[in-house]
């Protein structure tokens, strides 16, 4: 849970009196229609048959297996490039990707990179979380909304390649294959068509539909913002451990090409832990990593905003505003110390090698000046983490000091 000032959700800004424009009869079949249909016959046939363990655990495996494929693939590999991966891993990702039933590559990616270009503007932002938490989760799907008429100018890039077209192109065929085909098949195997087809095919949809959604909706109500305040997205960990890694929503929309949502060891990401795993047997490479720094620059860029807000309205707290002001001088000097330094290592990494004689020596002296500079940078970015635990105990006593007014 994050504090109350973290937990302000987004206005809702819609215009009164607007006609609604109409509704989308195949999204409201899927998206309406088979959660109610899962509702009522898969405890019916649960009641009257049951199911077994090993259905129970395909069932799993489909939904892990659709909802990694859109958070690894549509989203983390075609939608951001935050990583390049092999054509064998593309193909899983499109096929097992058509089974999550939430569009093709194209379009769902095309439709994310407007999400975050333009995220919460209500006019632009397909799914934007200022028109409410409904729309933000399927609201906007049930209706032909002018920010839902597909344009892939930001996606040339996707056509271009021969999956995410085939795919595109093929679409309806490969999800009818995959939500039907393979859970009847796995049905004859297991000998219980009746009960695969609701348990693995329709239950294991729906609820892999909404595990998606929360994304669109919730992450942008529900948790914190350590990262920037300049959107809604926020981070929550119950949400990331339902969406395979995706809930760190705040860090995300701030550094969009890091192949990692969860940066720390210990948070919940299988999708980070996939693509790591890829590209360890050659099936993903040239994984984006935000540099530590910058993570920490915006972690005290946020915090220094957060306590100039609190001192707005404290009395008689000089002393603690002057502290301020002195580490935010401290933070400009570590940062530009950090670029400086960090120009110096690019161009290090550029220099020209000497002339056959004094290759060498050239060498060893390259060598031991990459090893200083890469030795300061540590020491600078060790210097902004202290600064940020001095920061918490100011805001501390900045609390401290305005309960006891």
């Not at 199911?51 to 297996?65: E, K, N, V």
């Not at 595990?211 to 914190?224: D, M, P, V, Y």
């Not at 809930?247 to 969860?262: A, S």
Request: net charge positive.
């Amino acid at each position: 849970m994050s504090p109350p000032n973290e937990r302000e959700t987004p206005a809702v800004t819609m215009k009164a009196r607007e006609p609604l424009p109409p509704l989308n009869p195949l999204n409201v079949t899927i998206f309406v229609g088979l959660p109610i249909a899962a509702l009522l016959l898969v405890p019916a046939w649960g009641i009257y048959h049951g199911y077994s363990a090993t259905q129970w655990l395909w069932a799993i495996a489909f939904l892990y297996l659709n909802g990694m494929s859109i958070t690894g693939g549509y989203h983390r590999l075609w939608s951001h490039k935050a990583y390049e991966a092999h054509p064998v891993l593309k193909w899983f990702y499109a096929l097992w990707g058509a089974g999550a039933l939430q569009n093709s590559i194209l379009i769902w990616s095309s439709d994310h990179r407007r999400h975050h270009r333009h995220v919460d503007d209500n006019d632009k932002d397909p799914y934007s979380a200022g028109r409410g938490l409904w729309f933000s989760h399927m609201g906007w799907m049930l209706r032909n909304y002018n920010s839902n008429d597909p344009d892939f100018r930001n996606a040339r890039d996707l056509q271009d390649d021969p999956v995410v077209m085939f795919q595109h192109n093929h679409y309806v065929p490969l999800t009818v294959v995959m939500n039907i085909g393979l859970p009847l098949l796995l049905g004859v195997f297991l000998g219980d068509i009746i009960g695969t087809l609701l348990l693995v095919g329709l239950l294991r949809l729906v609820v892999n539909h909404h595990f998606t959604f929360f994304i669109n909706s919730l992450a942008h109500f529900w948790g914190r913002r350590p990262y920037t305040e300049a959107n809604s997205a926020r981070d929550n960990d119950f949400l990331a451990f339902l969406t395979y890694g995706e809930g760190y929503h705040n860090f995300h929309h701030l550094f969009q090409r890091d192949y990692r949502n969860g940066i720390r060891w210990w948070q919940w990401d299988p999708t980070k832990w996939m693509i790591n795993a890829c590209s360890r047997i050659g099936l993903a490479s040239d994984l984006q990593r935000v540099p530590n720094f910058r993570i920490q620059r915006a972690i005290l860029d946020t915090q220094f905003s957060k306590a100039r807000s609190q001192l707005e309205i404290s009395r008689g707290a000089e002393v603690l505003r002057a502290l301020l002001e002195r580490e935010h001088q401290l933070f400009t000097e570590t940062v530009n110390a950090w670029s400086n330094l960090h120009s110096q290592w690019y161009e290090s990494k550029k220099s020209a090698i000497g002339d056959a004689l004094g290759e060498h020596k050239q060498k060893l002296q390259d060598s031991w000046e990459k090893t200083a500079l890469r030795t300061r940078l540590k020491e600078i970015e060790n210097s902004l983490g202290m600064q940020r635990k001095r920061l918490e105990l100011l805001m501390a006593q900045m609390r401290l000091q305005a309960q006891a007014a």
